[in-house]
């Protein structure tokens, strides 16, 4: 079982930076290899995947509308994983949702990942 819960959502303006965290728990995320994913879902629309991050060796992948703008790291003495999220548009207003998946090749789909924490709310006003 892995616990995924997020933190460090909010309201913020056009431009300006927001740091997600994801604070992961459980015996299977330190067993095993994971990775771990960012997506988000606005209202209406189908959950989008954003980055992803290997557990082991720190890989990186994001989503082409948030290359260079996004940046997803991991602090694996605290099990926690992190989002950055530099010159925000309100595009990004989303529910952002972290998740890990027992695959190594940073996979896109959320169907890949087994566990889902509940979110948290960003929100960009213009």
């Known amino acids: 079982q892995v616990l995924l819960v997020e933190s460090g959502g909010g309201l913020v303006q056009a431009g300006d930076s927001l740091k997600l965290a994801c604070a992961t728990s459980?015996?299977?995320?330190?067993?095993?290899?994971?990775?771990l994913g960012w997506f988000r879902q606005a209202p209406g629309k189908e959950r989008e995947y954003v980055s992803a991050?290997?557990?082991?060796?720190?890989?990186?992948k994001y989503a082409p509308s948030v290359k260079g703008r996004f940046t997803v790291s991991r602090d694996r003495a605290n099990n926690t994983f992190y989002l950055q999220m530099n010159d925000l548009t309100p595009a990004d207003t989303a529910m952002y949702y972290c998740a890990a998946s027992p695959r190594a090749d940073l996979p896109v789909d959320p169907l890949a990942y087994d566990y889902w924490g509940r979110g948290t709310q960003v929100t960009v006003s213009s």
């Open positions: 991050v290997r557990k082991l060796g720190g890989r990186t």
């Open positions: 459980g015996r299977t995320f330190s067993e095993y290899n994971l990775v």
